[in-house]
């Protein structure tokens, strides 16, 4: 007989300071967490003021893999928050760094389906990265007689999230797997979907809906989209070589690997907070942390809730601020 499910526990004032206590380093998640688009969620300064003034380690572990970490630390710092390249951990990073830590060969070169995060990582790791934005107008001549050429040397592939996807992309992709021998199959990771309204980032551009109400204005309507994730590249990119990535992002534990080394610190202290149950709590679960789940992205109370969900944070609470309350701070 099976035990039963154990619920997450609403964040309150009787089980946040025992909490705090045995944590020794928050790791967050961004989007939806510490901000949405150039927005900081409330209080999210003044929270991360306290944790660091009580001594506790902060870490940004985040699947976005449009920027790189020296992106990302402008982004915070452009938003008032004092966070080092060293603090933040992104999946185009760790593409970068499985490559590094799997001794692949520097003459190979990596197409990357993708950001200008990416590019930029596996540039400061020593690596070639081709693709990327440079082939987002690309197309493909479908006429007979026509070879698709490809670089024969692309040693590896990483796929993340990309608003410029095109047939080029996927056709490019997809020959360097199925035909350069050895050629890796990374992905950033297998997000489904974004969730966000106008005001919220997700990775890669914007959208606005607008409405003509005469020939002269518009009127600007704000609703909230369920947008493809990277996991829809990724997707297409499995369909057509009939291959398995290799998945560096969350809910892989392949960044844990980097924290560990860094902060030397036991994976039971450290508190995993992000707003995607089956990445960022996942990811908790699966490396030994404690999880805090916020409703200020993705996942709303009702999804958390609901008896089909298998993934349940140790904690949930509104926004992180909370904590800063309910410590009475």
Request: glycine residues 8%.
């Amino acid at each position: 007989m099976s035990s039963p499910k154990r619920l997450a526990q609403l964040l309150s004032a009787h089980n946040t300071r025992p909490l705090f206590d045995s944590v020794e380093a928050f790791l967050f998640d961004c989007d939806g967490v510490i901000w949405k688009g150039d927005k900081l969620i409330h209080g999210v300064p003044q929270t991360l003021d306290l944790l660091r003034s009580k001594g506790k380690k902060l870490v940004f572990v985040t699947n976005n893999s449009t920027k790189s970490r020296r992106q990302y630390a402008i982004k915070f710092q452009s938003l008032g928050l004092s966070v080092t390249e060293d603090e933040i951990f992104s999946s185009s990073f760790a593409a970068a760094m499985y490559l590094k830590v799997n001794n692949f060969p520097q003459q190979n070169k990596v197409y990357v389906v993708g950001g200008e995060g990416i590019i930029e990582e596996l540039q400061l790791a020593g690596y070639t990265g081709l693709g990327g934005p440079e082939d987002g107008e690309k197309r493909v001549q479908l006429k007979s007689n026509f070879l698709f050429e490809h670089d024969k040397t692309v040693g590896a592939v990483v796929v993340g999230l990309d608003p410029d996807i095109n047939y080029y992309k996927l056709q490019y992709g997809t020959l360097c797997i199925r035909e350069n021998p050895g050629c890796l199959f990374i992905a950033t990771n297998r997000d489904a979907v974004g969730h966000m309204t106008d005001l919220q980032e997700w990775p890669g551009k914007k959208v606005n809906l607008h409405v003509v109400y005469n020939l002269d204005n518009f009127v600007s309507l704000q609703f909230l989209f369920w947008i493809s994730g990277a996991g829809c590249m990724v997707g297409a990119m499995c369909g057509s070589t009939e291959k398995e990535p290799i998945v560096v992002g969350k809910p892989s534990t392949f960044m844990m690997e980097f924290l560990l080394k860094k902060f030397q610190i036991d994976t039971s202290k450290m508190c995993m907070v992000g707003d995607r149950l089956d990445t960022d709590i996942l990811f908790g679960h699966n490396a030994g942390c404690k999880t805090l789940l916020v409703l200020s992205g993705v996942t709303t109370q009702s999804t958390l809730q609901d008896p089909s969900n298998i993934i349940q944070p140790d904690y949930y609470t509104s926004k992180i601020s909370d904590i800063l309350e309910l410590l009475g701070q």
